[in-house]
């Protein structure tokens, strides 16, 4: 007989502590390898963990609510000797290496440890999401592909077959616009003055701007002479120490007051996570916030139209995707906003990300958590809504896994599903960047002179300083703010 003793792992997070949610098991239940023994809580996900070893459970070393340490014993499992195995009894502990992490299984070893580890050696026991080279359809999906294809509007070169009246034409030439790229709304094709002063001002904001392309090179890092990181971080030090020292892991529960007029909520999990998170980010991040109102009515409809398609039949549409597809458009032409601060030995660096990681803030049940769709650059619209819609359902559903929460580098959040306007969102720690979308909802707007009910909303990001200008925040909102206006901009 072997007693094996499993302790709590490190499950890949780089965290320190777990909560003991709810035992799967009982002693004297005979389990095999990969059955789940115990759900734990960690500062991020609820995760659960399985046996492996195959045998009889011993005994609980851990009650249920208890928070505890990486490395610490939390059951015992009873397995039968074989001929492998050392034939006096003897005790094996599972789980732990020298820094909390498990253990490199060695060649030929069958128990492999299935959901946590931290260095690949493990694969997670729930199916992870396909590379998002694989969830890409065929054919020119990108934006990039279609670079150079004209838009179904166009008429080829110059104005010929263009369909506009001497006025407009001549509108267009005092502005300076190209008929050939204005999207005519007109009954027939027929450019009206609005169209043309949509145009003008898009135009205003991209003139002297070209749109890069991704290129091979997935970061780039930019030195930051250690005065000038020294000097930005050193008052906040001085001015808010306790504000940036680690959590303490301290559980103290308080009864409520006899009238039950109180009541005291322990501060761990996820609420202790978002709690230290946001404190460092806003005292180390200097933050900077610009918004603007937008006339999103070509959003709805483009939304409205998406939802009768064939093609997205069974998925989820709302203004989020075209939110979505807005900012990664604009992190290609502003890739600032999509660097990291990075602060080294030798004093700080910026580094500068070419993918996009992007970040969509959710609240569940158990708090706010940040989960992130990886290289979100290379899906296509469709691709994009259902890796949205899989992601929202995870979070509600309390199932996001710590390594979808890690390695973003933008943030989306989305305060308009609770009818807020605007705010000044607090950057998402390791980001440089938040964005955060309005409720959109009919107000009067001037149209070419006119009053008329529009579909508006206001865009509003957050910004670290450090990293980036007023003029690179400001650009990158208005580029926002100008594919709601006209989504058409993506077909470019």
Do not use: C
Request: charged share 20%; proline share 8%; no cysteine.
């Amino acid at each position: 007989m072997t007693t094996q003793t499993f302790v709590l792992p490190d499950v890949g997070e780089g965290l320190t502590e777990a909560e003991i949610v709810s035992w799967q098991v009982a002693p004297g239940d005979t389990v095999a390898v990969n059955d789940v023994l115990v759900e734990i809580e960690t500062a991020k996900s609820l995760v659960e963990l399985p046996s492996p070893f195959e045998g009889t459970v011993g005994e609980l070393l851990v009650t249920e609510g208890t928070t505890v340490i990486v490395g610490t014993p939390i059951i015992t499992i009873v397995a039968q000797a074989t001929d492998a195995s050392p034939a006096a009894d003897h005790d094996v502990t599972v789980g732990r290496s020298e820094h909390g992490a498990p253990p490199e299984p060695e060649a030929g070893e069958g128990a492999v440890l299935v959901g946590y580890g931290t260095g690949g050696h493990v694969q997670s026991r729930r199916r992870k999401p396909e590379p998002a080279a694989a969830q890409v359809a065929a054919g020119p999906t990108r934006p990039e592909a279609r670079q150079g294809a004209p838009a179904p509007w166009r008429a080829g070169a110059g104005t010929v077959g263009i369909i506009a009246k001497p006025p407009i034409r001549k509108l267009a030439r005092d502005l300076g616009v190209d008929l050939a790229e204005v999207n005519p709304t007109g009954s027939g094709g027929v450019v009206t003055r609005e169209d043309v002063l949509s145009r003008a001002d898009q135009a205003s904001v991209f003139r002297n701007i070209t749109t890069p392309d991704w290129g091979d090179v997935r970061e780039e890092t930019i030195p930051v002479e250690p005065a000038v990181a020294a000097s930005a971080v050193a008052p906040v030090m001085a001015q808010a120490p306790s504000m940036l020292a680690p959590a303490v892991a301290e559980e103290r529960v308080v009864a409520p007051a006899p009238d039950g007029r109180e009541e005291t909520i322990p501060v761990k999990g996820v609420r202790k996570a978002v709690a230290s998170g946001m404190v460092l980010s806003a005292y180390t991040a200097p933050h900077v916030s610009v918004w603007t109102d937008v006339d999103a009515s070509r959003t709805m409809e483009l939304v409205k139209r998406l939802k009768s398609s064939p093609e997205f039949a069974d998925i989820r549409i709302s203004p989020l995707l075209v939110m979505a597809r807005a900012v990664i458009w604009a992190v290609r032409r502003t890739p600032m906003v999509n660097a990291a601060w990075i602060d080294t030995d030798a004093g700080a660096e910026i580094r500068v990300r070419r993918y996009v990681n992007l970040g969509i803030a959710a609240a569940t049940p158990r708090g706010l958590l940040v989960p992130n769709i990886k290289d979100a650059q290379d899906l296509s619209m469709r691709d994009l809504a259902r890796a949205l819609e899989k992601l929202t359902l995870t979070a509600r559903e309390g199932k996001t896994q710590p390594a979808d929460q890690q390695g973003g580098t933008i943030t989306i959040t989305n305060i308009g599903v609770f009818g807020m306007d605007a705010g000044t969102p607090i950057i998402n720690p390791g980001e440089s960047g938040i964005v955060a979308l309005g409720t959109i909802r009919q107000k009067p707007w001037v149209v070419d002179g006119e009053v008329r009910p529009r579909w508006v909303t206001t865009v509003a990001g957050s910004f670290d300083h450090r990293v980036i200008d007023g003029d690179g925040m400001s650009r990158f909102i208005a580029d926002v703010a100008s594919v709601l206006e006209e989504p058409a901009l993506l077909l470019d």
